[in-house]
């Protein structure tokens, strides 16, 4: 059973930057692509990012282009986002998940989530 773990959150400054991990254990995400989504209070969860399984391909919100960055190590089974420029309405609890699919088409058919990590943008 593949689990999934984030780590990384945690308040920081306006302009800051941030790197989530995402651990997965129990299988691999070797053909899996995985994404990144957030959800703020009172808000519906959004999708952030994608990585194919390759890592050949990336997606992003129009929101986060040109600041968040993702990447991914399949010989550690974890994915990265590289969190730079942070603004207050970045803060959300992020949650990767496994996508049964080897590509990001869209934001559907994901299988396996995190539990989240919060993140807070304040001064």
């Known amino acids: 059973q593949l689990q999934l773990v984030e780590s990384g959150g945690g308040l920081v400054q306006p302009g800051g930057s941030l790197r989530l991990s995402c651990a997965a254990s129990g299988s691999t995400l070797d053909y899996r692509a995985i994404g990144w989504f957030r959800q703020a209070p009172g808000k519906e969860r959004e999708g952030v990012s994608c990585i194919s399984s390759s890592g050949g391909s990336r997606n992003y919100a129009d929101s986060v282009k040109g600041r968040f960055t993702i990447s991914r190590d399949n010989d550690k089974n974890t994915v990265y986002l590289q969190m730079n420029s942070l603004k207050p309405e970045d803060s959300a609890i992020y949650y990767c998940?496994?996508?049964?699919?080897?590509?990001?088409?869209?934001?559907?058919?994901?299988?396996?989530w995190g539990q989240g990590t919060q993140v807070t943008v304040s001064s």
């Open positions: 998940a496994a996508r049964s699919r080897l590509r990001c088409t869209d934001w559907s058919e994901y299988d396996y």
